[in-house]
C-alpha cells in the first residue's frame, strides 16, 4: 500500500540558508515520486519528479531531490533559500496497479522564508 | 505545454444551488481526469477519478449522488456539486494524465475556490 510522510508541517528558515524538506514514502512496487509547490489561493506547479531514472533529480528554481530507495526518501532540497519560495510543498507518490495509477499526496510542509 | 484550466476560478453560491465547474487540457488529451478536494491548510485529498466515456470512480466517503462527474470528451471533464450546503465550501482541483505523457505524471488545474453561503 501506498504512503506519504511528510516530516515537518512546517520549516522555517532565514534567507541565503539551505532548505531541507524531508519526505518518506512506501510503495509495494517502483513509485513515481514527485514534489509540487503551492503558493496561497493558486493551483500546484511541479518542482520535480523521479520516474527511475537518475536518483538524483533536479527541477526548477534550483531545487533538488534524491530518491534513496534504501531509505525510502525524498527529501527536497535547495542551497540557498529565496523569500519568494515561501509556499506549501507538497510530495507525491505514484504507482501503477491494475486499475490505473494511484496518486497519494503527503500531508505538505509550509516554509517560511525570514528576510 | 500540458496546461490545465479551470472554469469558474471562483464561486459564490448560495445554500441549495448547484454548481458546476470545468476542467478542460488546453494542449493535450487526457484519458483520465482526476478531482481533488482542499480545505484550508490541509493536503488535497483525491475525490474521484474519471475516464473519458465511463463512469467515475469515487474515493470511500465520497456521495456520487452529490458530486457530479462528467468525462465527456478527451479534453473536458465536469464537476457539479449537487444542493451545495456550506460544508461543501472548499478549493476544488482537477487534473489531468495525457494520453502521450510522461509515466504516472499528472498536470493540475489552477483550482477553483467554493463558497457556500
Known amino acids: 500500500a501506498q504512503s506519504v510522510t511528510q516530516l515537518d508541517s512546517h520549516v522555517s528558515v532565514s534567507e541565503g540558508t539551505p532548505v531541507l524538506l524531508r519526505c518518506n514514502y512506501s510503495?509495494?512496487?517502483?513509485?513515481?515520486l514527485f514534489w509540487y509547490v503551492q503558493h496561497p489561493n493558486k493551483g500546484l506547479q511541479l518542482l520535480l519528479k523521479y520516474t527511475s531514472a537518475a536518483t538524483l533529480v533536479k527541477g526548477i528554481n534550483g531545487f533538488e531531490a534524491e530518491f534513496k530507495k534504501s531509505e525510502t526518501s525524498f527529501h527536497l532540497t535547495k542551497p540557498s533559500a529565496h523569500m519568494s519560495d515561501a509556499a506549501e510543498y507538497f510530495c507525491v507518490v505514484s504507482e501503477r496497479y491494475t486499475g490505473g495509477f494511484k496518486t497519494i499526496f503527503g500531508a505538505g510542509t509550509r516554509l517560511f522564508v525570514k528576510a | 505545454g500540458a496546461v490545465v484550466s479551470q472554469h469558474p476560478s471562483w464561486v459564490i453560491c448560495k445554500s441549495g444551488t448547484s454548481v458546476k465547474i470545468e476542467c478542460r487540457s488546453l494542449d493535450f488529451q487526457a484519458t483520465t481526469m482526476f478531482w481533488y478536494r482542499q480545505f484550508p491548510k490541509q493536503s488535497l485529498m483525491l475525490m474521484a477519478t474519471?475516464?473519458?466515456?465511463?463512469?467515475?470512480?469515487?474515493e470511500q466517503g465520497v456521495e456520487k449522488d452529490k458530486f457530479l462527474i462528467n468525462h465527456a470528451s478527451l479534453t473536458l471533464s465536469t464537476l457539479t456539486v449537487t444542493s451545495a450546503h456550506p460544508e461543501d465550501s472548499s478549493f476544488y482541483i482537477c487534473?489531468?494524465?495525457?494520453?502521450?505523457?510522461?509515466?504516472?505524471?499528472?498536470?493540475f488545474g489552477p483550482g477553483t475556490r467554493l463558497t457556500v453561503l
Open positions: 474519471s475516464n473519458e466515456g465511463s463512469k467515475a470512480t469515487y
Open positions: 487534473s489531468a494524465r495525457s494520453i502521450a505523457g510522461g509515466p504516472n505524471e499528472q498536470f
Open positions: 510503495s509495494s512496487y517502483s513509485p513515481s
